[in-house]
C-alpha cells in the first residue's frame, strides 16, 4: 500500500475507478456530464458543481491540476446501447398507440350488422312455407359404398386377363436393370405390322415372361385383333432390319432369361394350330452293346413293345434273337420299362438295349472314371505302406502330390527291424516331383501282399526303393505315380526312359550274337 497527502489524486483515482469499473456506463454519466459541458463551452478553469469551492481552489493551485485536466480533457464519452431511452429510435407514446387500438376497434365494428328484433304475430301457416316438414318413414338404404377409385380399379383389372405378367414392365420400377426391346405383331393388320411395339421389361424376366407381358401391354393399348388368351400359344423369333421374321432360326426358348439374349428387334409369332390327325415327331435314341446307337423319327402313340421290335428287327441279328431283351431308359440302368406305356409318357428319348438277366455295359463309364482318376492325380493323398532296405523293414507313410513325395517314419514303428533286431531310426525324406523317373508293380500274384518299386535320380545316378502294401493300395500308387509322372514329362523321365530303351536293344543285340 502506498501513502499519497495529494487529494487532487485522490479524488481523480476514486472517480475514475467508479467509471471504469461499473459496466453500466452511468458512474461516467454522473461524474463526467459536469466537466464535458465545461469544456464545450471554453470555462474548463470554473470549479465543476459536484466539487466543493475550497477543495476545487487548494486543486487549481496546485502542481497537479495541469495533470487532472489532461485526464479529463482525454476522458471518451458513454457507449450507445440500443435499450436506451435516448437512442435514435424514438418510442412510440401512449397517446398513439391508443388511437391505434381504438381505431382497429372501429374497423372491426364496422363489420358487425345489427338487427332489431321486433315481436310480430305471424301464422302458423307462415312458418310452413319457410321450415317444410321432412317425410321420416323414408328409410336410408344401408349398402355398403364404393369409392370411384374402388370402382375403376375393379373395371381396369377385369378387362385384361394378363394381369399376371404387369409386374415385368420396366416402366414402372426403380432401380433395377432393364431391357428396351422392340416387338413387330405378325397377327397386326398389314398396314401396321412394319411399326413394332416398344416393350420395356425387367433382365431377370424369362422369355415366357417377355411374351406374357407383349400380350399385357397389346390388350391395354386397345389393339385389333384380340390375342389367345395363353401365353404359350406364341412365340419369339429372330427378325431382319425391315420387321421380316428369320424363320430359318428356332423360336427363343422359354425357359431362358431374357438378359441372355443380345437381340433389340424381336417378333411375336403365333404357333401353328395343329390337327387332331397330325402327330408329333421326336428322334428317339437307342443305346446297343457293341454297335453304335441307332435313331428313329416316331409319333407319340407308338408303344415301348413296337419300339424294342423295331431296334430288334433293325440291329440284332436272328442268330442273337434267340435271347430275350429289354429296353432301359438311358440314365436309370438296371430299371426295366413296361411294354405297354406309350413312348410319350417316359419323359426322355433315349433308351438303351440290355439282354435278360444281364447287366448294361459300363465301359464308356469306365473310361470317364478313368479321365477323373488322372486329373485327380495332382490331389494330395497319403498311404501306409512298408518300406524294405539292406537293413531291414519299417513302416513310413507315404504322401503324394502333384509337386512331391513324401516318406515320413510311422511313430510306432518308424525303425529298420529284421527279425528281432533293431536298427536306426528312418529319417524323413522329401522327393521332388521332376526327380522321380518311374514306378513299377513288381509282383502282383498274390492277393494279399504286393511290391511296387520308386526310382529316382540322385548323385548323377538311378536309384530305387521299394515298397510293400496289399494289392489294390500298391495299383493305386502305381497308377497314381505315373499319371502325374505322364503329364509332366521332366527331363529325369525322359533320360529314364531312353535309358531303358538302350538297355532292351543291347540285350537284343547281345541274344543275337
Avoid at 318413414?137 to 399376371?164: D, G
Avoid at 516331383?433 to 545316378?461: M, P, Y
Wanted: proline letters at 4%; charged letters at 30%.
Amino acid at each position: 500500500m502506498a501513502m499519497f497527502d495529494n487529494r487532487a489524486f485522490l479524488v481523480m483515482h476514486i472517480r475514475n475507478s467508479f467509471i471504469t469499473s461499473d459496466d453500466t456506463g452511468m458512474s461516467e454519466l454522473i461524474l463526467e456530464c459536469d466537466d464535458a459541458i465545461e469544456r464545450h463551452l471554453g470555462i474548463s478553469e470554473k470549479r465543476p458543481i459536484s466539487w466543493p469551492q475550497k477543495e476545487f481552489e487548494e486543486i487549481k493551485g496546485s502542481d497537479s491540476f495541469s495533470a487532472s485536466e489532461a485526464d479529463i480533457e482525454l476522458s471518451h464519452s458513454c457507449d450507445i446501447y440500443p435499450d436506451m431511452d435516448f437512442s435514435g429510435h424514438r418510442r412510440r407514446s401512449n397517446t398513439a398507440q391508443r388511437l391505434e387500438k381504438l381505431q382497429l376497434e372501429k374497423h372491426t365494428q364496422s363489420k358487425i350488422k345489427h338487427i332489431q328484433w321486433k315481436n310480430v304475430k305471424n301464422n302458423v301457416s307462415d312458418y310452413s312455407e319457410h321450415f317444410e316438414a321432412k317425410d321420416l318413414n323414408i328409410v336410408k338404404s344401408c349398402a355398403p359404398r364404393k369409392s370411384l377409385l374402388a370402382t375403376q380399379l375393379e373395371q381396369y383389372s377385369s378387362n385384361n386377363p394378363f394381369m399376371e405378367f404387369a409386374k415385368y414392365d420396366g416402366r414402372t420400377v426403380g432401380g433395377i436393370p432393364t431391357k428396351k426391346i422392340d416387338i413387330y405383331l405378325t397377327m397386326a393388320p398389314p398396314n401396321e405390322r412394319s411399326y413394332p411395339m416398344t416393350v420395356v421389361t425387367i433382365s431377370s424376366a424369362k422369355v415366357q415372361h417377355l411374351i406374357g407381358l407383349i400380350q399385357w401391354q397389346y390388350t391395354m393399348e386397345k389393339r385389333e385383333p384380340s390375342l389367345i388368351e395363353n401365353s404359350e400359344a406364341y412365340t419369339l423369333h429372330m427378325v431382319e432390319d425391315d420387321g421380316e421374321v428369320d424363320m430359318d432360326f428356332p423360336p427363343l426358348d422359354n425357359r431362358e432369361p431374357i438378359s441372355k439374349f443380345g437381340f433389340t428387334k424381336l417378333a411375336l409369332v403365333e404357333k401353328p394350330v395343329m390337327s387332331p390327325s397330325q402327330k408329333t415327331l421326336h428322334m428317339i435314341t437307342v443305346e446297343i452293346p457293341g454297335q453304335n446307337a441307332v435313331t428313329f423319327t416316331q409319333d407319340n402313340e407308338m408303344l415301348v413293345k413296337e419300339l424294342l421290335e423295331k431296334v430288334l428287327a433293325e440291329r440284332v441279328t436272328k442268330r442273337k434273337r434267340v435271347f430275350s431283351y429289354r429296353l432301359e431308359r438311358r440314365t436309370c440302368p438296371g430299371i426295366a420299362l413296361d411294354s405297354e406305356l406309350p413312348v410319350s409318357t417316359l419323359g426322355t428319348t433315349e433308351f438303351c438295349l440290355v439282354r435278360e438277366n444281364s447287366k448294361r455295359n459300363d465301359e464308356p463309364q469306365t473310361g470317364v472314371n478313368e479321365m477323373d482318376e488322372a486329373l485327380s492325380s495332382h490331389h494330395y493323398k497319403s498311404f501306409v505302406v512298408t518300406m524294405h532296405n539292406r537293413l531291414g523293414k519299417a513302416d513310413v507313410q507315404l504322401g503324394i502330390c502333384g509337386e512331391k513325395i513324401e516318406i515320413d517314419p510311422t511313430t510306432a514303428n518308424g525303425h529298420f527291424r529284421r527279425g528281432s533286431l533293431t536298427f536306426r531310426k528312418l529319417k524323413p525324406v522329401v522327393y521332388s516331383i521332376d526327380v522321380i523317373a518311374a514306378c513299377t508293380l513288381q509282383d502282383g500274384k498274390s492277393s494279399e501282399r504286393s511290391a511296387f518299386r520308386l526310382v529316382h535320380h540322385s548323385s548323377n545316378e538311378f536309384k530305387n526303393c521299394d515298397f510293400e502294401c496289399d494289392l489294390p493300395t500298391a495299383k493305386e500308387i502305381v497308377t497314381k505315380i505315373n499319371n502325374i509322372l505322364e503329364m509332366r514329362l521332366s527331363s529325369v523321365r525322359r533320360d529314364y526312359l531312353r535309358y531303358k530303351q538302350t538297355n532292351k536293344l543291347s540285350q537284343r543285340h547281345t541274344l543275337l550274337l
